[in-house]
């Protein structure tokens, strides 16, 4: 694949594949989100002339087949993610998550684009919230456009949990709580969420994009690690006079799971000494 446009490009998830395409050799990579704070600094920082960036956002359709015209490939990764924002401004999520993934899967096939790849979540999976509901729809959205469209464009997804570290998620959200001599919020110690360090995200997806023929959901073997145990990893000692515990909100899970058989209560549990080795 010579050109690839990533939509939420100036992300985690978006700066990851981007550092990695460009080592792969593509020619051409767009950039395509609505922050130019983060464009302009996700410029300076690559500072490479194979780098194209484009303001926009996946609610205009329009835009969209525009930005892609010329693209071999697509992967979708602009999303509304905090669960907050489903509680408080649903229809925005609703938006950015369905409306703009349909878009995303109309402008592809208007395109030409060959390969359009979904980034979705575990949170897609028997959904509790919002965010997650929006997900699984966006990835019906995907599946179902490979029984209508021609063949020449194929759609799929990815489906894993939080990338480690990755901008808003809990280890340096806590951590940086902590330094300011404030107390984290800690929902339920027995909590278990997927690991997965970006460098994996970024392989994942960029062989799902390789691999895919049409209407995949490609799923990971992770490990899991427990709240209790991160927040005892970061304070190397007992961390209940740090952290304030509040209950498990009714919008959250106890434990997450990417399908059938593959619960983060079930998965390898990583110790203390090994998230501590990654923090």
């Not at 509790?128 to 209508?148: D, M, P, Q």
């Not at 806590?174 to 969420?193: F, V």
């Not at 392989?203 to 895919?212: A, I, P, S, T």
């Amino acid at each position: 694949m010579k050109s690839i446009l990533i939509t939420g490009g100036t992300g985690t998830l978006g700066h990851g594949l981007t550092k990695e395409l460009l080592r792969r050799g593509v020619e051409r990579i767009c950039i395509v989100s609505r922050n130019e704070k983060a464009q302009s600094d996700m410029r300076r920082l690559f500072d490479d002339p194979r780098l194209r960036f484009f303001i926009g956002d996946v609610r205009d359709r329009w835009d969209l087949t525009r930005h892609m015209q010329g693209c071999d490939a697509v992967i979708h990764a602009a999303a509304l993610k905090r669960i907050e924002v489903g509680l408080y401004s649903p229809f925005e999520m609703i938006k950015t998550n369905i409306l703009g993934s349909h878009n995303v899967v109309e402008a592809a096939r208007d395109a030409g684009v060959q390969k359009t790849i979904l980034v979705s979540t575990d949170k897609a999976f028997e959904p509790v919230n919002l965010y997650g509901n929006s997900k699984a729809a966006a990835e019906k959205l995907f599946y179902g456009a490979n029984e209508h469209y021609d063949k020449y464009c194929r759609y799929a997804c990815v489906r894993y949990g939080n990338v480690w570290c990755s901008n808003g998620s809990v280890a340096p959200l806590w951590k940086s709580i902590l330094a300011s001599g404030g107390r984290p919020l800690i929902t339920d110690p027995e909590c278990t969420r997927f690991f997965m360090l970006l460098t994996e995200a970024v392989d994942f997806v960029l062989e799902g994009l390789e691999k895919m023929e049409g209407g995949e959901t490609f799923i990971p073997e992770l490990p899991a690690y427990r709240l209790g145990d991160l927040a005892e990893a970061m304070l190397h000692g007992p961390w209940m006079n740090w952290f304030q515990e509040t209950g498990l909100p009714k919008h959250e899970k106890l434990h997450e799971s990417m399908e059938d058989g593959k619960c983060s209560r079930d998965a390898r549990r990583m110790t203390i000494e090994e998230l501590r080795a990654q923090l």
